[in-house]
């Protein structure tokens, strides 16, 4: 196994994960099969607890793995699928080693980080290294690791030891570190300081570990002079520092990567040149032309909780990216906060409202995206009523199916006080409801996470059309409530079908409304299966229906297919 790792200094943020997957797109595009591990040093089991707010969103993975959003770019640009286990945390070591601890296994010795800690990450990266991810069989040929955090923490000081251990322990050629740092310009017409690379690499080597390759992220092209300072600081030779500049869309790096021959280097570095073919990545050039070129733009509007930051529903932006793009189109997102929709901020906040609502009527789209918690869940309410009544195309994900049929039972079904039992445990009419796949006694694990089986009830439904399979689809889930099997039939008479169902039939996985240009909803998260060049249906349907071109794509689809 060849690994590449990648380790981030000076700031976080830098894009050390585009970074990183962009280099595996390079090496794949040589022909070489690429997997990947991300390395989370902090305490937490998984990124399952961490809020949205703080960290992004959390990634789900077909296993079930609730992980780092890092997860994602690798899945999206090597496409690939990859396990809970591609994601190392602190807290999954220390849990293995303190389980062994538990039952025996050290003989009575002390158990320390080094050697116990080290030994189990360098285990558990040899092991995951070893899983093929990409559908093919046998390990792959090269493993990019992402050293999450910034040289020099102290959370991150096992993972260095143990890497610098794995690189001392495997030939030199198997081996290649990759450090990605910030060339910050002071000044208006400042210059290009390398200091700070200088130093976080100076603390990289105090730590036994010496860069091959600089990936210097910097607003500007880096200047000779620059790199010739680098190379001279922080031994590393001036053709093995890479230069990632400011570029008008992430599809250009592994572009740019490409033109300054990284992948030679690299290849050079890991002996693999042999194997390794001319870079073919004339869909990734397509690609970011085509989104360098777009006029045309369509407005969705999001009303979502987590509104501050963009990261919180990463994949829903990637995936309205990629059905965007499919009909040239640029995405133009306004962020609602779903609050601020509410009657109440008419009052407290009534120019916070008033812009929400300008926003909502100004959309060609309503997107309620998944969510936990009450907040805002009386403003996505009105969101999908709006939608419902305007006839405005409606994309309801997890949560923001639960939405449509809170607000259906409330406005069409007269239940007034209808209500998922997650916000109100007393509601008389629960049309959502709590429905653990497993125990009900073992909490901890009452979420039903991962890849799960919707089949189509009728061959005569927008997603079976869209999903091109009129059977079953497999998408990823991440929630606790359903709609509550036993009303289903007061929606159904009235307009609102169930057409996907999981195998038992009672669990409800997609709703439509007939009589709407638009008016979906999943219990899944499609999401995370977006890729570029391959939009999720349920994305590509929404966009189509706001352009008003589902129709005819769904008639050009069927004559192609017939
Ligand atoms: N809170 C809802 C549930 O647990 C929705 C979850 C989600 O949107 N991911 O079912």
Not at 490 to 497: C, H
């Amino acid at each position: 196994m060849k690994y590449v790792l990648v380790t981030g200094g000076v700031v976080s943020g830098l894009g050390k994960g585009v970074t990183a997957s962009s280099i595996g797109v390079v090496l794949k595009a040589c022909g070489l099969r690429v997997t990947s591990i991300k390395i989370d040093p902090y305490l937490n089991m998984d990124a399952g607890t961490m809020s949205p707010f703080e960290h992004g969103e959390v990634f789900v993975l077909d296993d079930g793995g609730e992980v780092d959003l890092d997860l994602g770019n690798y899945e999206r640009f090597l496409d690939v699928r990859l396990t809970r286990d591609n994601n190392i945390t602190t807290g999954k070591i220390f849990q293995s080693v303190l389980e062994k601890e538990r039952r025996g296994d050290y003989l009575g010795k002390t158990v320390q980080v080094v050697p116990h800690i080290t030994d189990a990450i360098k285990n558990w990266i040899e092991t995951v290294a070893a899983i093929p991810v990409d559908g093919k069989e046998g390990p792959a040929d090269v493993c990019v690791i992402e050293l999450g955090g910034t040289v020099g923490d102290i959370e991150s000081m096992p993972f260095i030891e143990a890497l610098r251990q794995l690189l001392f322990s495997v030939e030199p050629n198997n081996f290649c570190l990759i450090h990605v740092s910030l060339i910050p310009v002071l000044g208006v017409v400042g210059e290009q300081k390398t200091k700070p690379t200088q130093h976080s690499v100076r603390e990289l080597r105090a730590l036994g570990l010496t860069p091959h390759f600089l990936a210097c992220r910097s607003a500007q092209p880096l200047l000779e002079s620059t790199r010739q300072k680098l190379s001279q600081f922080c031994h590393v030779s001036v053709g093995n520092i890479l230069n990632i500049h400011d570029v008008p869309n992430i599809w250009h790096i592994p572009l740019l990567l490409r033109n300054q021959n990284a992948h030679e280097a690299i290849l050079k570095h890991l002996q693999l040149m042999k194997v390794a073919k001319t870079p073919n990545l004339q869909e990734w050039t397509e690609r970011a032309k085509i989104f360098d070129n777009l006029s045309n733009s369509v407005r969705i509007a999001m009303v979502g909780k987590y509104v501050g930051l963009t990261d919180s529903y990463l994949s829903v932006v990637k995936a309205l990216l990629h059905a965007c793009i499919s009909c040239s189109l640029k995405p133009d997102i306004k962020w609602i906060a779903a609050s601020d929709l509410e009657d109440d901020t008419a009052n407290s906040k009534p120019e916070a409202h008033a812009t929400a609502w300008e926003d909502l009527k100004n959309a060609a789209c309503i997107l309620v995206p998944g969510g936990f918690g009450d907040r805002g869940v009386k403003g996505m309410i009105l969101a999908a009523k709006y939608a419902r009544e305007n006839k405005v195309p409606y994309l309801g994900i997890c949560l923001g199916m639960q939405i449509s049929v809170i607000e259906f039972a409330q406005n069409i079904v007269g239940w007034e006080h209808a209500n998922s039992t997650e916000f109100d445990d007393q509601t008389p009419n629960p049309v959502v409801i709590f429905m653990p796949e497993g125990s009900k006694t073992h909490m901890g694990s009452t979420m039903r996470l991962g890849s799960r089986r919707t089949l189509f009830q009728t061959p005569d439904c927008l997603m079976a059309k869209l999903y091109h399979n009129f059977e079953y689809v497999d998408e990823r889930h991440r929630h606790r409530y359903e709609v509550n099997p036993d009303v289903v039939s007061n929606f159904e008479e009235r307009g609102l079908k169930f057409v996907g169902r999981d195998e038992s039939g009672k669990r409800m996985e997609i709703l439509e409304l007939t009589s709407h240009p638009y008016y979906v909803g999943v219990q899944f998260h499609p999401e995370f299966k977006s890729r570029p060049g391959r939009p999720s249906p349920p994305f590509l349907g929404f966009i189509l229906a706001a352009i008003g071109q589902l129709s005819s794509f769904l008639q050009n689809s069927q004559n192609g297919s017939l």
